[in-house]
């Protein structure tokens, strides 16, 4: 029985929240599960923080349990103190900002708690080195990625999945169409993009609109930057769209390409980039930035193809390349699904993370 405890769950949206809900599942159908959950705004967590603590405790003292996994490493206090009081081992994930969030005492306080896990699961190369540099045992750290449900990305745009969009469909007939999605914050990039790199495309001719799905802090920014550069009716930023529904499958496939054009930002760190995954899973020909955690996601050449962040004129050039050639596109997006397939899929992540919850629990018996 693996107990499974996470902050960050649906209905709320977000990677990690994809991440904790795909792997929930993907665990139930080979082992038993039980998951205590937050799926609403983080500005509540302090609520939910001594409720799942005691809900954690409750479940222990039956005894069924034979590891906690906790969703990401700010949940590591509670683990330590199930640890203590029940002597149970712990496997931890961490996905980035989570451990690299810019505050002295947080920083000090994981630290040490990290240090105490059995296993600390690291879902990029990039991570486990940050993960190290904080004094955590090698040995304890393992890399594994997230993962995908290809299947979901099978299908094509329906007329259903069509009139979500309508309005913005007709402004997008016969035009290349880019696609990001993610919080519109520093280090995605989006502002960067919007000022360098699109309009450079429309200065080569190039009948370019460029679709942004997310919200946040950087979207007065963003806004700020379209109407001063005349990018209005070209840049469309779309808000929230919930992650399991028809409408972000229909908009993977009205795109031509994807970008992720993340930036480095100090106290930040992109930790994966689930969505590359989801764009190269639906056929999309992914360009990405080739920073933090993202190389663990895109494989340049494979899934995907990785500039320097800021390089303004890689990216043109990169994209520029794909928009003329459409056949080109078509066949990079269908080795890249494939190779998502293979390398990416839930069902294969999940058994590594069933691997490493056999080996905490007999190295903890073999301990006693």
Not at 80 to 109: A, C, E, M, T, W
Not at 178 to 198: N, Y
Not at 240 to 257: F, Q, T
Request: net charge positive.
């Amino acid at each position: 029985m693996i107990l499974f405890i996470t902050r960050k769950y649906p209905p709320s949206i977000g990677g990690m929240q994809r991440f904790s809900y795909k792997l929930a599942n993907h665990l139930a159908r080979r082992a038993d599960i039980q998951v205590i959950s937050w799926g609403k705004s983080q500005l509540f967590l302090p609520f939910f923080l001594p409720v799942a603590l005691f809900r954690a405790m409750w479940t222990l003292s039956r005894g069924t349990i034979k590891v906690v996994h906790l969703g990401d490493c700010a949940l590591s206090p509670i683990g330590v103190l199930l640890k203590i009081l029940y002597d149970v081992p712990l496997v931890v994930s961490v996905h980035g900002r989570d451990l690299v969030f810019p505050n002295r005492l947080y920083q000090h306080v994981i630290s040490r708690c990290l240090k105490g896990m059995d296993k600390v699961i690291c879902v990029s190369e990039a991570l486990r080195k940050e993960c190290i540099e904080r004094g955590i045992c090698e040995e304890r750290c393992e890399v594994i990625p997230n993962g995908v449900d290809i299947p979901e990305f099978d299908t094509k745009t329906s007329e259903k999945q069509i009139q979500v969009f309508k309005p913005m469909i007709e402004q997008l007939r016969g035009r290349v169409v880019l696609l990001t999605v993610g919080r519109l914050v520093e280090k995605k990039g989006i502002h960067h993009f919007v000022e360098k790199v699109l309009p450079r495309l429309l200065d080569r001719g190039y009948d370019v609109c460029y679709i942004v799905v997310g919200n946040g802090p950087f979207r007065g920014k963003i806004e700020g930057l379209i109407k001063n550069h005349g990018l209005e009716g070209r840049v469309f930023l779309l808000g929230e769209v919930p992650m399991e529904g028809e409408a972000l499958r229909a908009l993977y496939n009205i795109a031509d390409v994807f970008v992720m054009p993340n930036t480095p930002v100090e106290g930040d760190m992109e930790g994966f980039g689930i969505v590359t995954l989801e764009a190269a899973a639906a056929g999309l020909c992914v360009v990405a930035s080739r920073v933090d955690g993202i190389p663990s996601a895109i494989i340049n050449g494979k899934n995907g193809l990785l500039i320097s962040p800021y390089d303004v004129d890689g990216y043109v050039e990169t994209i520029a390349s794909l928009l003329k050639d459409a056949e080109r596109r078509k066949r990079f997006g269908e080795r890249a699904r494939e190779f998502t397939r293979r390398n990416y899929n839930w069902r294969k992540i999940a058994k590594q993370y069933l691997k490493v919850f056999q080996q905490v629990i007999h190295e903890h018996k073999g301990s006693r």
